[in-house]
């Protein structure tokens, strides 16, 4: 006979950056695994360096790094993750952005700009990465510029399970922020059986960055209002349609978001903001001084875990959201 018969097992090891480690620990614990031994650290120049404490060879890699602040720090390291891994002969590596950064440069608006949404998944096929996973994509057109499968998970059932649970649905509205969330809050009206409405805004032309919103289109006086958007980075679009709701007649309005990035000033804007509650899941991490009475933050945990499950079993991660990812 020639040739050598293999008995081994597949093997499922779970990594994680820097960035979230308590949000990886949730998913370590969803699964029932521990975290792989991982050396990091930054040499006095800023350069990273990473080194994994047990043998990864032949092992499923699943690699989670959040894309927070500093953003550019948290990609670069999972980049460095992701070549320690395919050099040392992990079998396939799937790296998991809970929020893909750059996602909103998904396309040129004007010239000479780049396409840094493309640029990021270039990137991570470079470094050796076979397969992406995020969840709430900025645009679904980011799938396409990864040569490779890309898992879209979606944080809709969790913030609907919640929405459903503790809001009156018959006196509610989902609203859209803006024309392009539209899509997304449809998907929201479909799942909860709620009208939907759109904030109309407009640039003013005599005022250089300034966005005027001047009405509201669907039926929202004496109505619970719920804002969707899939994230909020310094909260002034989001507030500014929040005042809007409540100047044309809105009983109440609840702001609901996947990414809470919070940046700047928008711990302050929310704070201040008539908005009774703002709900966001834990994509990313949170300071304590980031939390505040009116903010609910839902765990994201159960879902990425259950699609890493699906993904090492060769299972459907598509029916997980009944067909919506």
């Not at 908005?275 to 304590?288: C, G, M, N, Y």
């Amino acid at each position: 006979m020639t040739g050598i018969l293999a008995t081994g097992q597949k093997k499922l090891m779970l990594f994680s950056g820097r960035a979230h480690p308590e949000l990886a620990r949730q998913v370590a614990r969803e699964l029932g695994v521990e975290l792989a031994p991982t050396r990091a650290f930054d040499f006095a120049n800023g350069e990273i360096y990473v080194r994994f404490e047990e043998s990864v060879r032949g092992c499923d890699a699943f690699v989670l790094q959040s894309h927070t602040a500093p953003i550019n720090q948290w990609i670069m390291e999972q980049l460095i993750m992701v070549d320690a891994l395919k050099r040392a002969s992990a079998k396939r590596i799937t790296v998991i952005m809970p929020f893909y950064g750059y996602a909103r440069q998904d396309k040129k608006h004007r010239g000479r700009e780049p396409i840094s949404a493309r640029l990021m998944a270039d990137l991570f096929k470079q470094a050796g990465a076979d397969r992406l996973m995020a969840i709430d994509l900025h645009t679904d057109q980011i799938q396409g510029y990864f040569d490779g499968p890309v898992d879209h998970l979606w944080a809709m059932p969790l913030l609907v399970k919640y929405i459903r649970e503790n809001i009156d649905i018959s006196r509610m509205t989902i609203v859209s922020p803006d024309a392009g969330r539209v899509k997304v809050a449809d998907k929201w009206s479909d799942k909860l059986g709620a009208p939907i409405a759109i904030v109309h805004k407009r640039r003013d032309i005599n005022v250089a960055n300034q966005v005027s919103v001047h009405e509201i289109v669907g039926d929202i006086r004496g109505r619970v209002c719920v804002l969707v958007d899939d994230m909020i980075d310094t909260a002034g679009t989001i507030c500014a349609a929040a005042e809007a709701l409540y100047e044309n007649g809105a009983a109440e309005v609840i702001i609901v978001s996947t990414h809470a990035v919070f940046s700047g000033p928008a711990i302050d804007r929310l704070k201040n903001s008539r908005v009774s509650q703002v709900i966001v899941t834990d994509t990313l991490p949170l300071a304590e001084e980031q939390r505040f009475d009116k903010l609910t933050v839902l765990s994201v945990a159960p879902i990425v875990a259950r699609a890493i499950s699906e993904v090492f079993e060769d299972g459907s991660v598509t029916s997980m959201f009944e067909g919506d990812a």
